[in-house]
């Protein structure tokens, strides 16, 4: 592939895949699905993506990178990163503006992925929302009137919010962490207790297992949904939001725990609820990223 105009990449970078694509008149196109690999680096990871961008475009107009964790965006680095341990105080603006010789802007992986979801009108340009991502990890996004609320550059990181006080100690070095008890790992860990099998199942073979009623994977959902539920109710607590926007991998099995969720959520509090799925679209973040570029640089 190759093209005789420069163009708007966007940048997917998560703890297992990083997916990257542009911008295209009515949409975006995604060009690669690579494997984010932690334990090689962040250098490691650029080099293959500066290898398929400068494939594809050889004067790239701009570039936007959503990555998951902690980002100073005035700066321009991943401050740290529960699910890309040792990736610490990377500068990673400058280190993808070098390589790919062009503008580059950066955000956390949930910022973009609301980005997209502002820019489609799947999430109300007025009133309060939050939004969560439930994947390798549990983002957030606080959005205001069409806009994200950044606080004082951190806001949203919902996943390190303790629900367990004395519970399972985290990545970030905390106990007891949101994402601990409602992402992908502890899905799977629920499903080895209750198949009695020590064996790794992905969620997407859970997922399957429920789909046959399989007792095992409908009651890992069914615990999955219950701590799901109980984050809820801590952040309808805190901000009382018009709603809420669910995201991310884990979405498409949405229908085995969110009946779950929403009971433990009405048991616990009498905030009315209202929890809706965003349609599942993995490359939303990447796209999101691209018009944060895009929008950013002109």
Known sequence: MSNSFSLHWGIDIGGTTTILGYLKPGGFEKIATLNTDPPSGPDSLLMKINQVISEADGTPCSAGAGIAGLVDRSEGLLVSSPNLP?????PLRAKLSDILNCPVVIDNDCNVFAIQAIESSSIPDSGLWLMITLGTGIGGTIIHDGSILYGSGYAGEFGHMAVEATGKICLCGSKGCWERYAASEALSNYYRKQSCNDSYHSPKEIAHLASITEYAALSA??????????????????????????????????????????????????????????????DAGAEGAAIMGRNRTG
């Open 86 to 90: 040792g990736w610490k105080n990377y």
């Open 221 to 282: 959902f069914n615990e999955f949904g219950k701590w799901l539920g109980i984050g809820l109710v801590n952040l309808y607590h805190c901000f009382s939001p018009d709603g809420v926007y669910l995201a991310g991998g884990l979405i498409g099995a949405s229908e085995f725990f969110l009946e779950s969720a929403e009971s433990e959520f009405h048991r616990r509090c009498a905030f009315s609820w209202n929890v809706n799925v965003l349609p599942s679209n993995s």
